[in-house]
């Protein structure tokens, strides 16, 4: 789309617009807002309609560990504009869904699956390449989109509600994600020089047998099943404590804000201290974050502090996972590598989600389930923190290692 030379950052832009428009804000600030409505005009319990978000996620994953594959073999861009176009005519498909649990679930799940690409995953790759310095801060400007329409997005799909419905809200979310997504792909999205080209992907096993994979994925899978579980649950939450919608919509604007803030902040930051240690602090804030919520006098500063919190916490898990990724693969790792992190963060986004339901129907309460919130942001503290130095294990031998100080030993 452009001639050379290209500039950089505009792929940052690029990857800022698709995150706006992206899997993240269907998933955590638009769906808790018309649960309710779409139970009370199905007749279905929570659990039924939330079971729509489970397959989201679970598709999700499997979108990831797809487009991960798909990106290594046919390139970036191409693949993840085909996958776009499909999550937005399935979002605005929901809006025309008669009364079936079933078909619910089965377009939640091609939403999740071609979603995939609605995420700073294929933008994480270029960046990896176009990015030595300021990495974790371009990372963070592309996450920080999300946070960015998260601020009003919710009072945005609490409008639409309001004036068309649930369903008429779906085709205003799918408006919403096609003009602001697509854009960016089409016009300013560009691999770096030099990069991996199409069919040049390390093989599976390297990959699956690198430790540092799983002392990245495991933690940044249970803090998702944290951050993921309450924010999508914490509107029905909040409003069944007795809190109106317009009020918890706002904070869930408050929450997407932080969370934007925390993208960029966290960003620069892990470009001076190791990833380790900024993921443990933000993790066990955002534990903090939830208790607060969970225990605290609903609608006092103890439910705001505790929603900024939260924000902080789902801010850097998004950074961290295309960052630690980025600084302990090769190039030619990091669609699959990359897959594999991504869609165990989604997968665990399901399972938090899963929790809040069934601790609701089974108790009335999600008190189980916060409890389970809590302990899993403390546990992925304390695994992330096994990370060694930075290095990049797996090199493909037809291209050269990332610069020196990306896969050095630096602290």
Known sequence: MFKKPVNRWWTVLAGALGCAGGSGVVASWVFGVFVKEISRDFGWQRTVTTAGIFFFYLAFGLGCLSLGEVMSRWGARSSSLIFVLI?????????????????????????????????????????????????GLALALVVGGTGVSAMFISRYANWLLTNFGWRGG????????????????????????????PRVAARWRPILGNPNLWLITIPLFFISVAVYGITTNLAPLLTDRGMNMVSAATLL??????????????????????????SAVVFLLAGCGIALVAYGHIGGLATTAGVVAIGVGLGAEAGIMGFAVSYYFG????????????AACAWGGGVGNALGSISYDLTGSYGGALVAYISLAVLSAVVILQLGPYKSTVLPERLSPLPSTAIGTRL
């Open 87 to 135: 999550f937005v005519v399935s979002i605005a498909g929901i809006g025309f869904l008669p009364d079936s649990p079933l078909l619910f679930c089965v377009v939640y799940s091609v939403m999740g699956f071609f979603g995939a690409a609605a995420t700073a995953l294929p933008y994480s790759i270029a960046i990896a390449g176009w990015f030595d310095r300021n990495r």
């Open 170 to 197: 779906y085709i205003g979310i799918a408006v919403f994600c096609a003009a602001v997504a697509l854009p960016g792909l089409t016009f300013f999205f560009s691999m770096p020089p030099g990069a991996p080209g």
């Open 253 to 278: 604007g408050i929450l997407g804000g932080t969370s934007g803030i925390s993208r960029i902040v966290t960003g620069a930051v892990m470009d001076r201290i190791h990833v380790r240690f900024v």
């Open 331 to 342: 190039a030619d790792s990091l669609p699959r590598a990359g897959g594999v992190v991504f």
